[in-house]
């Protein structure tokens, strides 16, 4: 997962033109192993790109879709902005392990690098 941060004041930018967005890798957190993983909700003004994203990197894993003979099923929820992903250990052996690291990126619009 890749976390986006804002430096200092220069965090937007309006009119016509072009301008420079800059970006600084800052480091990473320690990976995370998850077990037995039952759903995951995830909440997200840009729900529905999740749900695009997760069906395509859980097939992509060799998981099949579906609800009634699939190993995971992705549900949206228009009214909360959330997808929610089940997984299913009759189809598969036992529930998924998930393996999350974090890195975390610095960004800012315009010119010069404000520290």
């Not at 579906?66 to 549900?75: C, E, K, Q, W």
């Amino acid at each position: 997962m890749i976390n986006i941060s804002g430096v200092g004041g220069k965090l937007s930018g309006s009119g016509y033109g072009t301008t420079a967005i800059q970006t600084e890798y800052s480091g990473s957190q320690i990976e995370q192993i998850i077990e037995d993983v039952r759903s995951i909700e995830i909440i997200s003004k840009y729900f529905y790109s999740w749900y695009m994203f997760m069906n395509w990197t859980l097939e992509n894993q060799g998981l099949v879709p579906g609800a009634l003979s699939g190993d995971f099923y992705v549900i949206p929820d228009y009214d909360n902005s959330s997808i929610t992903i089940d997984f299913f250990s009759s189809n598969i052996e036992g529930y998924p392990t998930i393996n999350l690291s974090i890195i975390e990126i610095l960004a800012q619009i315009g010119p010069g690098w404000i520290d």
